[in-house]
Nanobody, 123 residues
């Protein structure tokens, strides 16, 4: 059973950067697509970005294009989210998710989830 643990969240000023990590244990991420979602209180969890097993297929939500970069190190069973030019509206709990097969932008397709890491961007 794959278990995911996010880290790297914190408090940052607008315009700053953070790098989130998602480490997998209990199994390999071979064949898994990975994604980041985020959620704020009272709202549904929203898609941020996804990457396929090889890293050759990547997709971003329009709201983060040009500012966020997803990457993965399969040897380390870890996925990263580099977040630059952060805005107050990026404040949320960020969740890592994994699924076997093609990357998808909807939460219902993902079988494995981390517990999330809080990102707070002050203005």
């Amino acid at each position: 059973q794959v278990q995911l643990v996010e880290s790297g969240g914190g408090l940052v000023q607008a315009g700053g950067s953070l790098r989130l990590s998602c480490a997998a244990s209990g199994g390999t991420l071979t064949g898994y697509s990975m994604a980041w979602f985020r959620q704020t209180p009272g709202k549904e969890r929203e898609f941020v970005t996804t990457i396929n097993w090889s890293g050759g297929t990547i997709d971003y939500a329009d709201s983060v294009k040009g500012r966020f970069t997803i990457s993965r190190d399969n040897a380390k069973n870890t996925v990263y989210l580099q977040m630059n030019s952060l805005k107050p509206e990026d404040t949320a709990v960020y969740y890592c998710a994994a699924r076997r097969g093609l990357p998808m932008g909807f939460t219902t397709y993902y079988d494995h989830w981390g517990r999330g890491t809080q990102v707070t961007v002050s203005s």
